[in-house]
């Protein structure tokens, strides 16, 4: 019989995450579930940080970017002993499972107390998209939209002065943002980690282009690839043509979640009390094909690694 639960958000935090929490505290207390947030994560769970919650506190989070448990990358939980504190911290609280909000490293941390016996559920929150066993993780839409503005503002600007612009996006090693940016921005070079990247490829297609009357492009490219700064001073120096490189960066973390993040969390919040209601533990959640389902957290563990539409590369190349 589940009487009390926790949740807590963990990792890069992503528009959404305080929907999901308010989907989940709201449920939790419709039916008759105690419910306490872990402040910070994993670190918190450690430290013994929770706080109560209720349907006042969370009344006026759906619209708001970040978590308001707060986060962190809390890398100790990786020993055994940090998380046998965890767990007497919370069966000194009487708590009965642990829904976690995050992306794979999140979810490493829940398949490792599910082991030593603590009932948990994952729900995927990242801007990546990277985990397995869903469609798309809470946060992923809201950075798309202001990755397409980022792009939209570039390429006024690059169009104005017939300048190069490269565009760094984040991704961690998922191209998906990178890609449906692209797409949505009509970047004229897309560059993600599954495909393989070519400098001089590059260059000599942006050669090409120009003689035959390009003045200016966009280049989407996803983080960790390359120095974008020495691709541009590259780019610039064997076209003969303006570049300039911007890093996004942490700007596409934040920011309100866009109705499709509000929608999944609270879908997503929803389904894991039922699930912890119908003794389903070591879960992970997802949506395909828009229906919310789950899988054993394992599964998404062992397939970390999202399997990427190769279809798509074909429709960006195409696109240009
Ligand atoms: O996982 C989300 C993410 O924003 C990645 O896209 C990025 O690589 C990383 O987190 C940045 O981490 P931090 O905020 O710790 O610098």
Redesign the pocket.
Same mark, same amino acid.
């Given at each position: 019989m589940i009487k009390k639960i926790a949740v807590l958000t963990s990792?890069?935090?992503?528009p959404g995450m305080n929907a999901a929490i308010r989907s989940i505290v709201q449920t939790s207390c419709n039916k008759k579930i105690k419910i306490l947030g872990v402040l910070d994560g994993y670190l918190g769970l450690c430290k013994n940080k929770m706080i109560k919650l209720n349907k006042n506190i969370v009344s006026n989070i759906i619209n708001r970017g970040g978590t308001f448990l707060g986060t962190a990358?809390y890398l100790n939980f990786l020993k055994k002993n940090e998380r046998k504190i965890a767990i007497q911290n919370m069966k000194n609280r009487k708590i009965d499972a642990l829904i976690v909000i995050g *992306?794979n490293?999140t979810y490493a941390g829940a398949n490792k107390l599910n082991k030593m016996n603590f009932p948990c559920i994952g729900i995927p929150g990242?801007?990546?998209n990277?985990v397995s066993g869903t469609d798309f993780t809470i946060g992923y839409h809201t950075a798309l939209e202001t990755v397409v503005q980022a792009i939209d503002r570039l390429r006024d600007t690059s169009c104005s002065h017939k300048r190069i612009s490269i565009v760094e996006i984040? *991704?961690?090693y998922?191209g998906d943002?990178t890609i449906f940016s692209a797409i949505a921005g009509g970047c004229e070079y897309v560059i993600t980690p599954e495909m393989k990247y070519d400098k001089n490829k590059l260059i000599k297609k942006i050669k090409q282009d120009i003689k035959t009357g390009k003045k200016n492009a966009v280049i989407a490219i996803t983080?960790?690839i390359c120095d974008v700064k020495k691709l541009a001073k590259s780019i610039e120096f064997h076209t003969k043509r303006e570049t300039r490189a911007t890093i996004l960066g942490?700007i596409?973390?934040g920011g309100a979640p866009v109705a499709f993040d509000r929608i999944l969390a609270s879908r997503m919040g929803f389904y894991s009390i039922e699930l912890l209601l119908q003794k389903k533990f070591g879960k992970c959640i997802g949506i395909q094909d828009n229906k919310i389902i789950h899988h054993n957290i394992n599964y998404s563990i062992k397939f970390m690694k999202k399997k990427f539409q190769k279809k798509l590369i074909e429709i960006v190349n195409n696109l240009n």
């Amino acid at each position: 019989m589940i009487k009390k639960i926790a949740v807590l958000t963990s990792g890069g935090d992503s528009p959404g995450m305080n929907a999901a929490i308010r989907s989940i505290v709201q449920t939790s207390c419709n039916k008759k579930i105690k419910i306490l947030g872990v402040l910070d994560g994993y670190l918190g769970l450690c430290k013994n940080k929770m706080i109560k919650l209720n349907k006042n506190i969370v009344s006026n989070i759906i619209n708001r970017g970040g978590t308001f448990l707060g986060t962190a990358r809390y890398l100790n939980f990786l020993k055994k002993n940090e998380r046998k504190i965890a767990i007497q911290n919370m069966k000194n609280r009487k708590i009965d499972a642990l829904i976690v909000i995050g *992306g794979n490293g999140t979810y490493a941390g829940a398949n490792k107390l599910n082991k030593m016996n603590f009932p948990c559920i994952g729900i995927p929150g990242t801007i990546d998209n990277d985990v397995s066993g869903t469609d798309f993780t809470i946060g992923y839409h809201t950075a798309l939209e202001t990755v397409v503005q980022a792009i939209d503002r570039l390429r006024d600007t690059s169009c104005s002065h017939k300048r190069i612009s490269i565009v760094e996006i984040m *991704g961690r090693y998922c191209g998906d943002l990178t890609i449906f940016s692209a797409i949505a921005g009509g970047c004229e070079y897309v560059i993600t980690p599954e495909m393989k990247y070519d400098k001089n490829k590059l260059i000599k297609k942006i050669k090409q282009d120009i003689k035959t009357g390009k003045k200016n492009a966009v280049i989407a490219i996803t983080e960790k690839i390359c120095d974008v700064k020495k691709l541009a001073k590259s780019i610039e120096f064997h076209t003969k043509r303006e570049t300039r490189a911007t890093i996004l960066g942490h700007i596409q973390r934040g920011g309100a979640p866009v109705a499709f993040d509000r929608i999944l969390a609270s879908r997503m919040g929803f389904y894991s009390i039922e699930l912890l209601l119908q003794k389903k533990f070591g879960k992970c959640i997802g949506i395909q094909d828009n229906k919310i389902i789950h899988h054993n957290i394992n599964y998404s563990i062992k397939f970390m690694k999202k399997k990427f539409q190769k279809k798509l590369i074909e429709i960006v190349n195409n696109l240009n």
